[in-house]
């Protein structure tokens, strides 16, 4: 009987972590989309420049990040809305935070080998993101959706 209770809690924790990661890739297409139209509009390797864009594209994910997650990845979890979204909001901002720390820093590494600033850019980015993604992934299972 434990045995079957903790398999079954296994399972729900890999479900939901697969659906997080979903939702994540769709928060990622997103993110790369706004940054990537900012870049082509408005071509840059300013760091203070690069983190208006990353703010705006960022922000973009995180609008549509939490009802997905709220509706079908935490959906069992989900109860004191307004609680949630004060969490969530804080989550944001330290998403946001992280994030554009970690691109700064990335990007100037990757600025120095000579590669294509959209090239060294996106490569940033997607560093970027991985580390402020599986912060997110702890504070949202941990703090703002828990049971």
Known sequence: MIRTARLWLLRLRS???LKFLLV???NAGVDLAVLNLLLVIRPTKS???LIVYNTIAVVCAIATSYEINRRWTFSDRSKNRKREQRLFFAQGILNVAVNNGALVFISRVM???N???IISSNLSKVFAMAIS???SYVILRHFVYHA
């Open 15 to 17: 479900l939901r972590y």
């Open 24 to 26: 994540g890739i769709l």
């Open 133 to 135: 993604s599986g912060l």
């Open 47 to 49: 760091p203070y420049l």
């Open 111 to 113: 600025y120095s080998f």
């Open 115 to 117: 590669i294509s600033f």
